[in-house]
């Protein structure tokens, strides 16, 4: 057991590393948007170049923050269900999604879109668009965000099962992140009334 939680523990600090990254590209991608849009309004002046790279940060930090969105369980969930059902409900709902859900989709997009980050690297494919982007970047995006995803599935599967035996923390509660010792200061009788569920 305590193997595995160091390798939940391993896989949770790679997203955090990667959620935190993406902040700033997000500020990138401001900056770069704002300097291009005065450059074309003030002085007439465009590039392509400017405009690819603005959609290749917003690609990143949609696909490389998946995994910190989901160890932050900041995703998507129809609380008005989800709130009528107990922890143990909830956390066997999210094992059976992990497993027939989310990491087959994970397996089969990392194997779709592989084949074309060699090709396109392979080719050295550019943008269609004068002084446009080399592709191969972006397109690596794809596989590497769902294999972050990915491992990020694994490390809550892990989770929720050493929830279930009583030997762990509700990942649920918690956001599945032990990283925000401040969160879990908030919440310690909580946790442990939900792990007697």
Avoid at 6 to 32: C, E, H, P, Q, Y
Avoid at 63 to 91: E, P
Avoid at 105 to 131: D, K, L, R, T
Wanted: proline share 4%.
């Amino acid at each position: 057991m305590g193997t595995l939680l160091n390798f939940t523990r391993l896989i949770d600090t790679i997203s955090r590393f990667f959620g935190k990254m993406v902040i700033w590209l997000v500020l990138a991608s401001t900056v770069i948007s704002a300097a291009n849009a005065i450059a074309r309004k003030a002085f007439n002046v465009g590039s392509n170049a400017f405009l690819e790279i603005q959609w290749y940060l917003f690609a990143a930090v949609f696909l490389l923050g998946a995994g910190y969105t989901f160890l932050k369980n900041a995703h998507v969930r129809i609380d008005v269900l989800a709130s009528k059902l107990s922890m143990r409900t909830r956390t066997y709902i999210d094992i059976v999604g992990i497993v027939v859900f989310l990491l087959p989709m994970c397996w089969f997009m990392i194997q779709f879109s592989w084949p074309v980050v060699v090709g396109a690297y392979q080719s050295g494919e550019v943008s269609s668009n004068a002084g446009g982007l080399i592709r191969w970047p972006v397109y690596a995006l794809v596989p590497g965000g769902f294999a972050l995803l990915g491992l990020q599935g694994l490390s809550e599967l892990i989770k929720r099962f050493v929830f279930l035996q009583g030997a762990g923390p509700n990942p649920l509660l918690q956001g599945g992140d032990d990283g925000d010792q401040a969160e879990q200061d908030h919440q310690p009788d909580q946790s442990a009334g939900e792990t007697q569920k």
